[in-house]
């Protein structure tokens, strides 16, 4: 839902915030006063064309911005929004709100953000696109495309389609995949069988090896010990000498040491400071306590040690050998010994997928084949469910034009096979209207004007809104062509429409405003310089003069007000009576 949308040098509005509530809001004006610039603006937050025309005259550039709350959204909608945020890294505010933003330069150079950090226009259709939806005179090609002619059905039928839908996809992408495998197994036959000779020659070559997870490691260490044995083994004697005295620990190495070790002397320090009485050399013997203690773990650590060392060198060559096998493998196939045990468990299932032997191909060839018919028995299941949903919706949305100043217009929902298994099935679905009783159904391209079209559009929203809700339905010039009944049947599906959606009307008629939850004026100012004009909120007297105004300018005139004021009773009045017969 849009929450508030800020325009700034656009078109003929320098700068002006409004704030946007639940329900149904319209938008009114004079002709020239830039209620279009609203429409233009939410475009710009939708990703449309930036047109470098719109900056307003003397600016540098033009800024839209738009908060939207994504609270009512469910399901898919609402979770390629939060993926979409955070793959560009946007946030929400405070109040859970996304801020979406376009910025269009005199210059034709155009900039985009969500939720505070610059993305392509791309992705702000995305965001935008899944919560605003705008229907008007340059709006109409989303309505001629097969892909949301499909979209449209499908959203009809609801929980009876999305779940053939999914396992349609599911049986898909799994036929897709084998047969693609299939094809190069095929075509490509003999670089296969050759790559799956380099690999079980690899594979062979490292298990002939063998190797452990970081022995390259582990060998490099022992060699280096083993090369300098004698060196290492006198070092750590010494030390061991001088920590608990060359008598304990039996080293010759350590002539010259004095018969007690740095362990005994200390020990005697600490049992003369403990046995002082002070408490100050109390503390002291206490520190000398733990050096001790120290002083015992180093010295089983150094015997540890010195038992681990071998006592000759006359393994070392073989240490060497398997030394020079274990980087032959590094050398060919990863930079350690990890890598290479990495690199031979994905050689082993690639190897997998290159067998392309005669029995092999038979084998995927039958798996491709009964995938294939698993894809075409989806199919089959989403064309009996959407044939039967052509039908409803045709019927559904013929009854809502009757009352639309479209009494003889019906539309046409054909399924037909599409030849193909498509990523929404094997249905190509159109559109069709029928201008009268026997005519035959046309394309809606080449058989509606583009206020038929946005009627059609109302129509098929307000069908489909049953079923779903928490969208901003944008409606420009729907009421294009039609007063009188015709207009307060607009009024009275538009109020209908907003119950479970925002929607967002701008209008020329009476009728139709008179239905609004808020109303929307936009005011112009003639100056020499140009034309200024701002947006605000009417109240309930302003709203009254605005009405009348919009009845062949009455405003200031009591008939005017009066005839204003009993077309608000009647709307507020059939409002009611709507709401209590939903119930």
């Not at 005199?106 to 705008?134: E, F």
């Not at 039996?250 to 740095?262: F, K, L, Q």
Request: glycine share 12%; proline share 3%; hydrophobic share 45%.
């Amino acid at each position: 839902m849009l929450t508030e949308l800020t325009i700034r040098d656009l078109g003929v509005i320098p700068e002006s915030t409004v704030e946007f509530s639940p329900g149904l809001t319209v938008l009114t004006g004079e002709t020239g006063a830039g209620k279009t610039m609203v429409v233009t603006g939410l475009r710009l937050l939708s990703g449309g064309r930036a047109d470098a025309g719109r900056v307003r005259s003397g600016a540098e550039k033009a800024l839209v911005e738009g908060l939207v709350s994504t609270a009512d959204l469910a399901g898919p909608l609402a979770d390629g929004v939060d993926a979409i945020l955070e793959e560009c890294g946007g946030e929400r505010d405070e109040n859970g709100e996304i801020l979406l933003a376009r910025q269009v330069s005199a210059k034709g150079r155009s900039r985009a953000w969500i939720g505070g950090r610059g993305t392509p226009a791309a992705s702000l259709a995305d965001v935008a696109g899944a919560v605003l939806a705008i229907h008007g005179q340059n709006d109409q090609l989303r309505l001629l495309g097969g892909g949301e002619q499909i979209a449209a059905l499908d959203r009809l039928g609801g929980d009876r389609v999305a779940p053939l839908l999914a396992a349609y996809r599911d049986a898909r992408g799994a036929w897709r995949a084998a047969a693609k495998d299939l094809e190069e197994r095929t075509s490509k036959r003999r670089e296969m069988a050759m790559r799956a000779d380099q690999l079980a020659f690899a594979l062979e070559e490292i298990d002939a090896v063998d190797p452990e997870p970081g022995e390259d490691a582990e060998l490099s260490e022992t060699i280096r010990r083993m090369q300098d044995l004698d060196g290492l083994r006198e070092a750590a004697t010494v030390a061991w000498a001088a920590i608990d005295g060359p008598g304990a620990v039996g080293a010759a190495g350590a002539s010259g040491a004095d018969d007690e070790g740095a362990a005994d002397l200390l020990g005697r320090a600490q049992h003369a400071l403990a046995g002082s009485g002070d408490s100050e050399l109390t503390e002291l013997a206490e520190r000398l306590g733990e050096i001790t203690s120290g002083l015992a773990d180093v010295s089983a650590g150094l015997g540890a040690y010195l038992e681990a060392l071998p006592e000759e060198t006359e393994s070392l060559d073989g240490l060497l050998a398997r030394q020079a096998e274990i980087r032959n493998l590094t050398r060919k196939y990863a930079p350690d010994i990890d890598g290479v045990l990495q690199w031979r468990d994905k050689a082993r299932r690639k190897l997998g997928t290159l067998d392309v032997s005669g029995e092999a191909l038979e084998k995927l060839a039958a798996e491709v084949a009964a995938l294939e018919k698993k894809v075409r028995a989806a199919a089959k299941k989403l064309t009996k469910v959407r044939t039967s949903l052509a039908a409803e919706l045709g019927e559904r949305v013929t009854a809502e034009l009757k009352g639309l100043a479209m009494p003889m217009t019906s539309l046409v929902v054909e399924v037909s096979e599409s030849g193909s298994f498509g990523p929404s099935g094997a249905d190509d679905v159109s559109f069709l209207l029928s201008a009268h009783k026997g005519a035959e159904p046309r394309p809606l391209a080449g058989s509606a004007s583009g206020g038929e079209l946005s009627r059609v559009m109302l129509a098929l929203e307000v069908v489909l809104a049953e079923g779903d809700g928490g969208r901003t339905l944008v409606f420009d010039e729907v009421d294009a062509g039609v007063g009188g009944r015709a207009a307060v049947e607009i009024g009275r599906r538009l109020a209908r429409l907003a119950e479970r959606n925002q929607v967002i009307v701008v209008t020329h008629l009476p009728q139709v405003a008179a239905y609004a939850d808020t109303h929307l004026h936009v005011a112009k100012d003639v100056a020499e310089d140009g034309v200024v004009s701002g947006v605000g909120a009417l109240d309930h007297g302003r709203r009254v003069e605005e009405l009348a105004r919009m009845m062949a300018g009455l405003d200031g005139t009591e008939s005017g007000r009066a005839h204003a004021t009993d077309l608000l009773e009647k709307a507020e009045a059939d409002k009611k009576a709507a709401r209590r017969a939903t119930r």
